[in-house]
């Protein structure tokens, strides 16, 4: 049966709550929230007086009620000690959402850690250690004292190199600015550590280096461009599913035409319509489906392209509208470099693009002019360029990337209103760190060096590479590997003999192994390795600062206390450093213990103004007190100033036709086209029938970390789907939930099958990052030039291994897409 | 829409608005400082047995308007021709859901060729065969289905509901 909760009525939130700040720590558009919480033993009325809401409810609520919570956003926590009631529900007066919660945000309560109400018992509480065989509580000091004793060893005898970091650089949950500096600083301060990785891929390393060395950072407009564009163009992404309630938010109104008198306010002189929209995507998402909803098929252009052919199709657009002329020339001699040259060595024909990209000449010749051919009365036609993983997880990141913000550059729409070329994002920002200019470029590519055996001590902050990383099923079988022969190393030793037991580590390191400390908030999978687990707080159990796709930051106010001794990372990471600093002088090294000093952080208050505000872009203008009276529409960064009681902001980047280059202009690249670009690709294509494009959906958050405790969650969700086209099922002998195998020369995983009349044959889609089925392991090791990894470019087979188990027979495999 | 002549116990509904008024009452007392009198209260909410329809006027496949627990909360009385978890009636194919979006409140609209109920407002569909499971969307309840039960004489009575309604902080008011 389908999982019901069976709750019948809620607490009302009492008048004197108290009102806390929010923003949703999971995706990119940083949705606004009010958390209310009050004493466990009262409750308000339904009399307008009783109630926060000052409404009467005795009576039913209308749509889009202020006044109203669902169950998920209820529980019971801790605050300073004591239980009490925490509702958390989306904030009407947020510009950025304007009340709606998605169906990941509006789970934040639920997704708490209760004690009362058994949510979340997931999470760590105390610090825990390999100890007799199994892992097992200490306390911090001694926790700490074993991280900073092998460390500090293996700094000694290794160098630097020898510490291998896998460390957040987002914002949200698991990140934000204190957290980022508070790593950043120990890693890139008291340390000068090379081997460091992000948590989704295997270097350190932009995700967007192209669009950056053009001059252009990727996050460069503002939400309300997407109501007033002409045109918005989005390649591999799916802002339904993974930006919701910016979707619904700001780019449904201009689908629908609603924004048509904000367009004719802010943009007189011009002839407005409704948007029209270009969706570049091999397969077709519910976004498509949406947008032929709001739209209207004729004003919707869903280009299939053939997996990975993106970069043709964009210098093939390139390449036409500037035979036609339809450019910017005054912003081209004004701002940028390079443009004839680019043109020149891009030049692509329609024919030539089709033949690459499986399109018509008419789609994209249509689809240039939809872009960019002149508004009525000369007027330049206003599009916005979006883009997210199906790009930069895609085919030759760098080039595809700097080919797409060629066209968005060369039509002026970078830093005007209605225009943008960004990317959509995945979690906030909230990057502040010491220069990483000693990492290299490219790279290292962390995770190879780690199964060829190098680096003797692993640091691992909410990262979980056993579910996001490519080549993953290589990867967790050295990796257990490595780190067993220090498990077995610590159970030939009394736990109690700290000399003997840093002693028997560090020889079993010699002998290839590796020791590994993981900073999460929960076991993740990774952390079955590791040797040291140090629990973490997360957003609202501490105060944490991030900003959302459109520099927008905010102040999340700590509204319930972290579950047992858990600690912000910022705290984690200067306690790291103190142990480091005090370790490096018994051994003798006080110069280097030096360099540890400046952690005397008591809170994470501190860590932001040592961080953030002291180093920053507009950082002096910003402090806690004056991001709490901006509430929970903050600013949008960089700040330029402080007048009247608010942060000044800035709205568009760019806006003055100053770029980033050093002599303040814009340049474009050369991007020719060089088929499919990571080592082996071609061939895995042409071995295996199936392409296995896999992506993000809309019920999970990120990998699942609290979703895979949440029952409506996993009672929906209980392995990764992957859509395959009916007549694929019937020729593998498939039914709905039957469980398959995929697999190719890389690995095997799992996965459910979904019905999908929409899937194109041979074409499979797979959830990602998903705990009982990783598509990681079936990813080859192929990257960039700059080490971004590869996954949508992935081919295998696939077969049944199962018929639907019990937790899949309950479960509707209709139709994604709204039909009425 | 008024649903009066639907009520299988119009006494036994005006007994049950009353008690949910008290308990509202109840608890606005605990939030003034005059020490008040601890009095039992029910765990759950009390809900009226309402009779929504006859399995008899029930076409396949057409739905029928209905409102539980009350005129102000919308539903819907479906046969589904095919027996289904929550399903009563001679075929176990009759079920009963609420139709205000969990999301958001707005009217779902019922789609005949899937037996889904579908959202205009942000687009979330739940189905009709799978006890309203949320196939896509963006409220996080699986939408609110009646418990209904079949008279001797045909008559269907709704008598609960197993999720929170969209828009009110205590199933009956």
């Known amino acids: 049966m389908t999982y019901k909760r069976q709750i019948d009525r809620l607490p009302i939130v009492p008048a004197d709550a108290k009102e806390h700040n929010v923003t949703c720590h999971f995706c990119i558009v940083g949705c606004g929230y009010k958390a209310y919480t009050w004493d466990i033993n009262r409750q308000g009325g339904t009399d307008p007086s009783q109630n926060k809401f000052k409404v009467d409810l005795a009576q039913q609520q209308g749509a889009d009620s202020s006044a109203w919570y669902s169950p998920s956003m209820y529980n019971i926590v801790k605050q300073d000690g004591k239980d009490v009631h925490l509702v958390i529900m989306p904030d009407k007066n947020c510009v950025v959402n304007s009340g709606l919660g998605s169906v990941r945000g509006a789970r934040m309560a639920e997704t708490s850690y209760s004690e009362a109400r058994s949510t979340q018992q997931q999470r760590l509480t105390h610090p825990m250690v390999w100890r007799y065989g199994a892992m097992s509580p200490t306390s911090w000091d001694d926790a700490l004292d074993l991280v900073a004793r092998v460390t500090c060893q293996i700094v000694k005898d290794q160098g630097e190199d020898g510490l291998f970091v896998s460390a957040f650089d987002h914002g949200g949950a698991g990140g934000g600015y204190e957290n980022t500096w508070g790593t950043g600083k120990l890693y890139f301060g008291a340390m000068k550590v090379k081997n460091i990785r992000i948590h989704n891929r295997p270097a350190y390393n932009s995700e967007v280096h192209a669009t950056r060395d053009m001059g252009i950072g990727e996050l460069n407009n503002c939400y309300e461009d997407a109501e007033l564009a002409d045109t918005i163009v989005v390649v591999g992404a799916n802002p339904l599913e993974t930006q919701t309630n910016y979707f619904l938010n700001h780019w449904v109104p201009n689908l629908r035409g609603t924004s048509m008198d904000k367009k004719r306010a802010e943009l007189p002189n011009e002839a407005h319509s409704p948007a029209r929209i270009v969706i570049i995507d091999p397969r077709r998402t519910v976004t498509v489906n949406a947008c032929e909803v709001e739209a209207g098929k004729e004003r919707v252009m869903h280009l299939a392209i053939n997996s990975g052919s993106d970069l043709a199709l964009f210098n093939a657009w390139m390449t036409y509208i500037a035979e036609k002329g339809w450019v910017d020339k005054a912003l081209i001699a004004a701002s940028t470099n390079g443009f004839d040259k680019m043109v020149a060595a891009n030049k692509t024909t329609l024919e030539q693009a089709a033949a690459l990209t499986g399109l018509t000449v008419d789609q994209i010749r249509q689809s240039a002019e939809w872009i960019a051919s002149p508004k009525e009365g000369n007027a330049r036609r206003r599009t916005m360029f979006a883009y997210e993983k199906g790009l930069i997880w895609g085919n030759d990141n760098y080039r595809t990337n700097g080919a797409l913000v060629n066209v968005a550059l060369a039509t002026g729409n970078i830093g005007r209103p209605g225009g943008g070329c960004v990317r959509l994002g995945g979690h906030q920002e909230g990057y502040s760190r010491p220069s990483d200019a000693h990492v290299g470029r490219p790279a290292a590519y962390v995770d190879k060096l780690l199964i060829e055996g190098k680096g003797g001590v692993h640091h691992i902050w909410g990262c979980d590479h056993y579910k996001t990383t490519l080549n993953a099923y290589q990867f967790k079988r050295t990796y257990k590997k490595r780190t067993d022969l220090v498990k077995e190393a610590m159970d030939s030793i009394p736990f109690g003999d700290r000399t003997a037991l840093v002693n028997a580590i560090v020889e079993a390191i010699k002998k290839g192994g590796l020791f590994s400390v993981d900073v999460d908030i929960i076991p993740s999978q990774i952390g079955q390795a590791s040797h040291v687990w140090l629990p973490a707080a997360t957003s609202g159990e501490m105060n944490l600062t991030s900003m959302n796709g459109e520099r927008r930051m905010r102040l999340v106010e700590r509204y319930m206390d972290p579950p047992g001794q858990a600690m912000p990372d910022c705290l984690i990471a200067a306690r790291i450093a103190n142990n480091m600093e005090r370790v490096f002088r018994e051994i003798g090294m006080a110069q280097v213990a030096d360099n540890f000093k400046g952690f005397d952080w008591k809170t994470e208050e501190d860590a932001f103004m040592d961080g953030y505000h002291a180093h920053e872009k507009g950082g002096e203008h910003v402090t806690y007190a004056r991001l709490k009276a901006m509430g929970t529409n903050g600013f949008q960064e960089p700040a330029t100033g402080f007048a009247d009681g608010k942060i000044i902001g800035t709205k568009r980047l760019f806006a003055d036709g100053k770029f980033g280059g050093k002599d303040g202009k814009a340049t474009f690249m050369e991007t020719q086209w060089r088929g499919l670009q990571a080592a082996g690709k071609q061939a895995e294509k042409d071995k295996f029938p199936f392409l296995i494009n896999n992506g993000r959906a809309n019920l999970i958050w990120q990998s699942a970390y609290l979703d895979q405790k949440n029952d409506f969650v996993m009672d929906a969700q209980p392995y990764p789907f992957i859509e395959l086209n009916p007549a694929d099922m019937a020729e593998l002998g498939l039914k709905d939930g039957d469980l398959v195998e995929v697999y190719n020369d890389n690995g095997s995983t799992q996965a459910m099958a979904y019905p999908t009349p929409s899937a194109k044959r041979n074409q499979a889609f797979m959830l990602f990052a998903f705990p009982t089925g990783v598509q990681g392991n079936v990813v080859s090791a192929g990257v960039n030039e700059f080490v971004i990894p590869n996954y949508k470019q992935t081919w295998g087979n696939i077969r049944k291994i199962a018929s639907a188990p019990e937790n899949t027979r309950h479960l509707s495999f209709k139709s994604r897409e709204y039909a009425v | ?173």
């Open chain 2, 1 to 173: 829409m008024k649903k009066c002549d639907l009520m299988v116990d119009l006494g036994r509904r005006r007994f049950l608005s009353g008690a949910g008024f008290a308990a509202a009452g109840a608890a606005a007392t605990t939030i003034v400082s005059a020490p008040a009198q601890a009095k039992p209260a029910a765990a759950l909410v009390e809900y009226p047995a309402n009779k929504l329809g006859t399995v008899a006027e029930l076409k396949v496949n057409e739905p029928k308007d209905v409102a539980y627990p009350d005129d102000d909360a919308p539903g819907v009385l479906i046969k589904l021709g095919k027996r289904v978890p929550g399903g009563v009636g001679p075929d176990g194919d009759i079920v009963g859901f609420s139709t205000v979006c969990p999301h958001k409140g707005y009217p779902l609209a019922f789609n005949s060729s899937d037996k889904t109920l579908n959202c205009p407002g942000h687009y979330s569909r739940f189905d009709c065969e799978a006890g309203g499971q949320q196939v896509w969307g963006q409220s996080t309840q699986n939408l609110p289905q009646y418990a209904l039960r079949v008279e001797a004489n045909g008559d269907i009575v709704a008598e609960g509901l197993d999720e929170l309604l969209y828009g009110r902080l205590s199933n009956v008011l």
